[in-house]
């Protein structure tokens, strides 16, 4: 295992287990406020200090990490289950229409930026987390049908995949027997990578408030109530930014890990 | 005085010793030809004269060119030397030159990169080096891009830019081993007499000892990165000293003896079959073109009969197959197989009666399953599969037959060889005993040893289960001996067909006979030699 | 190169109107009148039906489709319902700030990726390599509003270089317009450039492994100038697709990015249309940055064509 896996899977590991924490535990409620001791830095009562409302920042941070983590996963979680049969489909079936209609539509989705998204939806819907979830998951479904199609439109030419033709079995069966069990990797690493852009896109939401709205503490949102105070409480952003980095970080080292683990090939082509 | 001289060469990548103590020597106008299996080192050498070996390469030795130690120059004298005094021609011409730019600009740029001419001259040099290795400039002007020719051709642009500057020595690896064996003959000859032209010494690395006996002044052979034998090629052919070197030879001649075919009862019969693909449209408008892959093509496959299938890239003969195996529509004409008709809808019982065999050892299973799970996929076309122990006894049976040991079907694919490869795609295509298998280039990526093994393979199960098969290669020779008949496929048709040693002796259609006259051929060495 | 130019813009043509007739139904479902969000809900029915006249919000769905279409095409967004202004005057002046800050934020990204990647290729394994590595593992990390929080902290509020926010107005001079999105931009280009120097890398180190690498070798030249000549060239090719697709997320987050700095651009527009439930300007201003992102995706198709003689032979 290569350093990169340790590293991030050790810093993924960390932030869920923030996430599962907090459901049990926090040094403070992150919602009771105590005006008298607002702003403080990091300290030994509030280890991380507190917010202009005198709430402590390491339990909305724990808290936090419960909402970015929902988030993103049920986000990758309906890219994949839409995208992955999409992608098989398009490429058990390559150049017909189905193929057609399916790469095109991806193509349309993909001019859609998911911030774009999630604005309609709030135009329509108004603001929540629900409305980042549905708004990150369908840019994800085009991300995950593309690489899939690729990976798999590749296998469809081996001769294995032919040898599996010859026996007689259909194409959904040699997608689901064959193709998915070996593009399985490649979507294991992706998801991870989408995983790490989903987290960001949610604080990017709901700093803009479309995201998770209040009472649901978010990383984002505290971002953008820091705003006004950076200048004079620069921790209120380094605090909820650097959770972000770090989250990211973690997830993309452990994604080039996994890379490198699940495929030996790719391990010696690299040294 | 030679012109490479090769002495005690070692090389090592990390802990793992590539080249041993290699000698060998090329003298100007001289062909030496380094022969060997996968793994022996051949390919090594070739790159070491270069001085591109992988980063962590490690060469010590003696590797002088005209005097000039190659292992003590610096980056920059090598790079200088490089095009200039050694050009070098690789296997895969379809990947050797660069894509996005015109053929010209890359046969220049050997000339320009050494500053050897104004760029003027320069074009016009390279016009004519386009010229001299057969591209002439009214159908291959400077300004074609790659994608717009042939192997062939772009293999002569290759060559083209390794002559620009008349290089003392010329180095080629395997290039011929990516073409057809009439495009084979041709670049051979224009190598040949490009050696006589310009007096360069060639160093041509081939694992085709018939290409070897044919153009070679001096053999060296090789394995497990240590020189076996060497010597004149006459003086090697007529007394070989090494085992190996006497193996090689006779494998790469190697005769089975087939039982007897019985009498013709037809099994699969192919009737006026024509498999059209469609092209891109040529306007926007415009009904999209078609381009005929299998032209009208009839034939009768016997039962019991052992029938080949021969013919160039290109000719329509990967597609007939996939055509035979159901898993392309036919546009015209159709297949019976057993009396049943062939198709992209046929039903399992139809399906059952055929099974394949493919050419890439390394890609044919998927690597994620046991070989227990590998060969028995075909179980699923059987309407009561066999289950618990007869499962297993029919798995260990067929192991067996292949040479396998039973033991094997809890292994993974990854841990056999390709030659044990193969014989696991022969066991996944006979246990469900079909009437009929194909074997598509089942031998052609296989080491001469190994393949001559997998033909013995072939003959015994020949005998022990009554095989009928439709062997298709480009591989004349196996051909010859592994089939009773042979189609001969040319441009989507079926050009002659006959019984094999028939056809090879004497071939009626003049594409038969080009075929056939452009295929290096081993020269006699007098069986008893050979067998010592 | 005619017949793939022209294939391109007909797909360019069919994407542009299924997004024009997605985003025109989407904004239908939302529930309210817009009439009677506009005149509060003290109105009067009448008046209500009349402003629904002069909308054209009694019109079938299709003649208004249409209607928005031909409109848009001929330059005529409609009328904002807020602010009873041409919607097309309100966007032109919010893009005066977003388009340059978008493309300053591209130029520079690629500007910074480009020779990063390079020379990071250049030097795999060695030690130039890992700091670049490492520098993109971070830059790919950092929300892009929260490095703009960093830079505004550091060099508006502590070193004073930059205002923390606003735009000066293009009328103030092409020199003070730019320096009052040079922060903006860095922070939107500097994870971009991260990503992008990756992709670069990686791109080249492929093409490095290629055949044709070797060939240049054998011809004698030198690592860089094989690197230089021929791996270059050929390594674009997935470096365009990731700029099509970058220009997207430099929008999307110029919108983002925007709120940081509080530049008067097509980001706040959106955000006050919609919290005024001014939907034919959120539909206008999604509709234009659609249309941004589908032409440049037909843009990058025509570089890639450019650059690979196989696209231009092929259909």
Known sequence: ?271 | MSLLNIQNLTLSIGDSAILKDVSLSVAPGEIVAVTGESGSGKSMTALAVMQLLPELAQANGTLSLDGINLLEQSEEQLCALRGASIGMVFQEPMTALNPVKTIGDQVMETILIHKAMSSANARQHAQEMLERVGLPADRFPLSRFPHELSGGQRQRVVIAMAIALRPKLLIADEPTTALDVTTQAQILALLKDLVQDFGMGLLMITHDLAVVADLADRIVVMRHGEVVESGTTQGLLANMQHPYTRMLFAASNHQVALPPAPAPKPLLQVKGAVRDYRLPRKSLFGAPGHYRAVKDVSFTLNRGERLGLVGESGCGKSTLTRAILGLEPLQGGEILLDGGPIGINQSAEQRRKMQVVFQDPFGSFNPRHRVDRLITEPFHLLDKPPTGSSRRDLIAETLTAVGLSPDDAAKFIHQFSGGQRQRIAIARALITRPELILFDEAVSALDVSVRAQILDLLAELCKSYALTYLFISHDLNVVRTITDRVLVMKAGEIVEQGATEAVFTSPKHAYTQSLLAAAPVLPDLGKGAIVA | ?315
């Open chain 1, 1 to 271: 295992m290569s350093r990169n896996l340790i590293l991030g899977g050790a810093l993924s590991a960390l932030v869920l287990l923030a996430a599962m924490v907090s459901f049990v535990w926090t040094p403070f409620d992150h919602t009771t406020m105590d005006i008298p001791s607002k702003l403080q830095t990091p300290n030994a009562i509030h280890w991380l200090g507190t917010d202009h409302f005198g709430r402590d920042i390491f339990s909305m941070i724990m808290v936090g990490a419960r909402t970015s983590i929902a988030v993103a996963l049920v986000a990758v979680g309906i890219g994949m289950s839409i995208g992955v049969p999409l992608g098989l489909a398009a490429a058990a079936r390559s150049g017909s229409w189905l193929d057609e209609l399916i790469m095109r539509g991806n193509d349309l989705v993909f001019a859609f930026p998911s911030l774009v998204i999630a604005i309609l939806i709030t135009a329509i819907f108004g603001a929540g987390a629900v409305n980042a979830i549905i708004a990150i998951g369908i840019f994800n479904i085009p991300v995950f049908a593309r690489i899939t199609r690729g990976a798999a439109l590749s296998l469809w030419q081996r001769e294995f995949i032919l040898a599996a033709r010859v026996a007689g079995k259909n194409a959904a069966r040699i997608s689901a027997e064959h193709i998915l069990p070996n593009v399985a990797n490649l979507l294991i690493v992706q998801g991870t990578i989408q995983f790490s852009l989903g987290i960001l896109a949610e604080a990017g939401l709901s700093y803009v408030g479309l995201g998770a709205q209040p009472p649901t503490p978010s990383w984002g949102r505290m971002l953008a109530d820091a705003q006004t105070m950076v200048s004079f409480a620069p921790h209120l952003a380094l605090i909820p930014g650097t959770a972000i980095i770090l989250t990211v970080l973690g997830l993309n080292l452990m994604g080039d890990g996994l890379r490198d683990w699940l495929d030996p090939k790719l391990r010696v082509a690299r040294t």
């Open chain 3, 1 to 315: 190169m005619l017949r793939y130019s022209v294939k391109r813009l007909f797909s360019l043509i069919l994407s542009l109107a299924v997004a024009s007739l997605v985003i025109f139904f989407v904004i239908e479902i939302a529930p309210g009148d817009p009439a009677s969000f506009m005149l509060g809900i003290n109105a009067q029915p009448d008046t209500v039906a009349a402003l629904r006249t002069e909308l054209g919000l009694d019109q079938s769905k299709f003649s208004r489709y249409a209607a928005w279409v031909g409109g848009m095409l001929s330059g005529d967004f409609g009328t904002s319902y807020t602010y009873r202004t041409p919607v097309a005057e309100m966007i032109a002046d919010r893009l005066w700030v977003s388009l340059p800050l978008a493309l300053y934020a591209l130029a520079l990204s690629t500007l910074i990726a480009f020779p990063a990647g390079i020379y990071a290729a250049a030097r795999r394994g060695k030690a130039g390599d890992m700091a670049v590595m490492g520098a993109t593992q971070l830059g790919v990390a950092v929300p892009n509003f929260w490095f703009a929080m960093m830079l505004v902290l550091i060099f508006a509020i502590n070193l004073r270089w930059f205002n923390a926010g606003g735009f000066v107005g293009w009328d103030e001079g092409l020199l003070a317009g730019l320096h009052s999105l040079t922060l903006p931009a860095i922070s939107l280009a500097l994870p971009q450039a991260a990503i992008l120097a990756r992709v670069m890398r990686s791109a080249l180190l492929d093409i490095l492994g290629e055949d044709f690498m070797r060939t240049a070798r054998a011809k004698g030249l030198s690592r860089r100038q094989a690197l230089w000549r021929h791996g270059l060239r050929n390594a674009l090719i997935p470096v365009l697709t990731i700029i099509g697709l970058q220009f997207s997320f430099l929008l999307a987050g110029a919108i983002i990015i925007e709120q940081v700095f509080y530049l008067p651009g097509l980001g706040r527009l959106v955000f006050q249309a919609i919290s005024a439930r001014d939907l034919i300007v959120v539909e206008s201003v999604v509709m234009l940055l659609v249309f941004a992102v589908i032409t440049v995706n037909f843009l990058v198709d025509l570089a890639y064509a450019a650059v690979d003689p196989r696209l231009r032979s092929r259909t």
